[in-house]
């Protein structure tokens, strides 16, 4: 896998503001529509880290993972589905329960105490 630095990635990436971080409670989520469509998670650790994931439980079809249960599973930071309660690990997007199902991951920056939404 190749990682780019912020430089690299600014030039491919569109930043969007979406709230400001006392917006996203500790340990929890908040939902975000970009323009097209696209559903975005913004989820905060109790550790007070971000992570940007797609909204969409890919189980069930419905749009509720920032609902999810935001934790960690054996040190592994993971959002919980409220509908059937799968795993999702907040870094990779990897499901912890089912091995061959991931959700996007959408990379997130913070400037000036507001959330930003990075899409590709």
Known sequence: ???LSDEQQAGSTVWTPV???EQVPLAAGV???LDGGLQVAVL???GD???GLSNVDPFSGAAVLSRGIVGDVGGVPVVASPIYKQNFDLRTGQC???AGV???VHPLRITDGVV???VR
Do not use: N, P, Q
């Open 116 to 118: 930003h939404v990075g």
């Open 102 to 104: 991931r959700i996007d």
């Open 19 to 21: 709230c400001r971080v």
């Open 49 to 51: 880290e971000f992570f």
């Open 96 to 98: 912890l329960d089912e």
């Open 44 to 46: 905060r650790t109790a």
């Open 31 to 33: 939902a975000v529509l």
């Open 1 to 3: 896998m190749t990682v």
